[in-house]
């Protein structure tokens, strides 16, 4: 089944404790992108990734790494949470170029930092 | 900066009612537009989307959208809602050829229907 799959789905920690949501997928996808979405602001982009080893920031990378090492995994890294990073974070990925922009969506993942 | 807004937060239907859910664009350029929508719980899924072609979109369950270019518009439409339509509408927009395949996504519509 052609899916995108993040770990952990829900995750409490606390302020400066280092942090890794995992995301992968099984499409083949050249990109991938990371989105953080909190009410009334719809989803940000937080950092996208068009092949591996090529990442560039979106809206709002502040507070975030990213890295491509293989195709299929874009993990996100918080280096040092802060409460507000406090949101539901989704990775997407989808074929790229020009002929493509349909994004799949992973389930989410609920994070809280106090 | 292209930005994407969504003026109705939320919207109360009744089952059977008309359902219209605006969506406005800032971009002058070459624009691919998107409807996602998200269920209680889960993740978002493509209701549709318009790259080219005939403005008239239509989608899976029953929606359509128009893009009217005049009104930077890609409002979406279904001639009657179900209350298993209940779910937040995303609006989202892509600069085509731009970098990065990036989606600008409006704030959203929650939509509750009645049953």
Redesign the interface.
């Known amino acids: 089944e052609a899916q995108v799959t993040q770990n952990p789905r829900y995750l409490i920690t606390v302020t400066g404790k280092k942090l890794t949501v995992t995301c992968s997928q099984n499409m083949n996808h050249e ?1 991938m ?1 990371w ?1 953080r979405q909190d009410p ?6 937080i950092y ?1 990734s ?1 092949n591996v080893e090529v990442t ?1 920031k ?2 709002v990378p502040e507070g975030y790494k990213v890295s491509r090492k293989e195709k299929r995994n874009f993990p996100l890294i918080l280096e040092s949470p802060s409460p507000n990073q406090t949101s539901l974070y ?1 990775c997407a990925s ?1 074929l ?1 170029g ?1 002929s493509s ?3 799949y ?4 993942t609920r994070l809280t930092v106090t | 900066a292209q930005s994407v807004s969504q003026h109705n937060h939320h919207v109360i239907l009744s089952e059977a009612a008309s359902l219209e859910l605006g969506c406005n664009y800032s971009y002058g350029g070459t624009v691919n537009l998107f409807w996602y929508v998200q269920y209680p719980g889960q993740h978002l899924q493509l209701l549709l989307k318009y790259f080219s072609g005939d403005p008239l979109v239509k989608g899976i369950k029953g929606f359509e959208a128009e893009f009217i270019k005049s009104k930077f518009s890609f409002n979406l439409r279904k001639p009657s809602v179900q209350w298993s339509d209940t779910a937040e509408y995303f609006c989202a927009v892509n600069a085509g050829g731009n970098a990065g395949n990036m989606l600008t996504f409006g704030g959203g519509t929650r939509l509750m229907v009645k049953p």
Request: proline residues 4%; aromatic residues 24%.
């Open positions: 990109y992108s989105y009334g602001l719809g989803l940000r982009q996208y068009m560039d979106g809206d989704f989808s790229g020009a922009y349909e994004q969506f992973g389930p989410g």
